[in-house]
């Protein structure tokens, strides 16, 4: 038996009938982490701190104390802040930032009894779609085209170094967040699932903030079961996080029964966008194949104001950005410039640590809040958003999911999609209504293009009905048969 | 969007710019992501009220009570070990009076 081989639900009935230990699975996961090192998926790695959470994990499996994920190695993202390990952001910014509390999120996972492997890659501030936006070098991606070209691609982002991990066998799971697709773009990329719950369901006390009301933290695991077990786990209400809901978290993975008979799917049409590759056409009709042999009827439905989405998004998360950021000022934490007057501290600072994407969104985000813009875009954009949110409780009225691709193409090579701002943010397009919206959304591996890289499908749900997304994604993940491996 | 715009708004941002070719280089991509999102223009949003939050919630307060969270007793000490600059139980900035 080959450790790196099984799922985490695997791993934790094995770890609980005493097949293996934690210690056992820690060190071959931290081995994995060192042989993958040129992957650049971890900004920081945290072995001492696995190990003895691992050595603890089995002494509470010994007493019969076993919680939910113990001894269950995982990695976080390195915007959840951890105490007393490096939380950076990806930010040169926050290069040197030592939180001294832990995320709800991740305190959490280790109440579960999880090991914590380390804090992965991202781009800058979660400010990016390839994660070539980190302070810390890009993340490069475990896939590799079938053309033998041995061409670096990218994980997709920006949590690409979380997705990364969890498709290389890095760990066997990891946390992410999603402003605009940040989880279920990377997830679709590297051929594993992602999903991004509804707003309010995760904590986002300790996660560094980018735009309030559009962070989601969430969940990447290989399967659609590893993926419930890890939500259920992170989910939950927080006084400490004002948007946090007070509503029951679910059993999500005993919603996976397999029975979707006379469930309706609809389609929105709009999701049709101009030049999108047959290959995505063909598996979205691929999916709606599945869906309708299992039992489910397929709806159309219209959701008229998407091409708005991203025009919308690229104001709010702009200016939200902008003003979340103004807290790096050189004087609390952070990177400082030596200067002798203030304003040139702040200036020269941000400057020297901010880089160029940051940069660009907080202008954007400066210039759209400024006195005389504030109401033609800034409040512009907030009406539409409501528009955006009017779209989706229109056409659920008519049906339970909402079934389309997760991403407008597979993953491409590191540095395409540079040479314009524009290009890059358009990797979105299908996954940035949901964060407007609030919605959950899945990303499911369903299938390769001809290239032999995954593409993901994504299932878009109610509000609060991730279990129905964690049911209809466990029927895809069967029907889809995905077994494609990016690791050894 | 021309450069005196992109000057005065890195001002407010508190971003230094490097010099003219930033300028000018941030003058190009601020105008095309601004020619980007004007589509916005001609959605209909007469009587539509902004949505700020997608939950429709109000925030929540807490009880106006002090805490120290999970930093216990030297949460002040804690909070500034992450400062470029402190001095007895203080951060330092550079000097703010003539």
Redesign the interface.
Known sequence: MNIADLTLEETSTKLKNKEISSIEVTEEYLGRMETYRGLNAYITETPELAMEQAKKADTNIANGKAGKLEGIPLAIKDLFCT?NVKTTAASKILG???P???STVSQKLLDAGAVMLGKTNLDEFAMGSANTTSGFGNVISPWKKNDGSNQDLTPGGSSGGSAAAVAAKLCLGATGTDTGGSIRQPASFCGIVGIKP???RCSRWGVVAFAS?LDQAGIFAENVKDTAILLEASSGFD?KD??S?DIPVPDFAAAMNGDIRGMKIGIPKEYRVDNMPEEIEKLWQQGIDWLKSAGAEIVDVSLP?T??A???Y??IAPAEA?SNL?RY????????TE??????????S??AG?GDEV??R???G???L?AGYYD??Y?????????I?QDFIDAFKKCDVLLTPATPSAAFAIGENED???KM?LNDVFTVSL?????PGMSVPAGLDANGLPLGLQIIGK?WDEETLFKVGGVIEQAAGFTSKAYK | MDSK??IK??N???????GEDEIAQ?TK??S???S??????E?D?TG????????D?V????DDKADN???GNS?SV??L?????SNSGY?V????IE
């Open positions: 105490k040197n930032f030592i001294p509390y832990e509804t707003y309010g009301s006084p004002s948007t809901a104001h091409k708005y991203l025009p919308t690229y104001i902008s103004a000022d050189g004087v609390r934490y952070g990177l400082r200067q002798d007057a203030l304003l040139d501290m702040y200036e020269t941000r400057a901010f940069k660009r907080i202008m954007v400066t210039y759209v400024s033609a875009y409040i512009k954009a907030q009406q539409v958003r409501r528009l949110r314009d701002p524009i943010y964060n407007l919206a609030g919605l509000a | 715009t992109v708004v890195a407010l941002a508190r971003l230094r710019l490097s941030r991509e601020m095309g992501i601004i980007f999102v004007e589509q916005l223009q959605v949003t539509i009220a902004p949505l700020a939050n997608p939950n919630d925030q929540r307060l807490r969270g999970d930093t949460g804690r909070v070990s992450n400062a470029p600059e951060f900035v550079p000097k703010i």
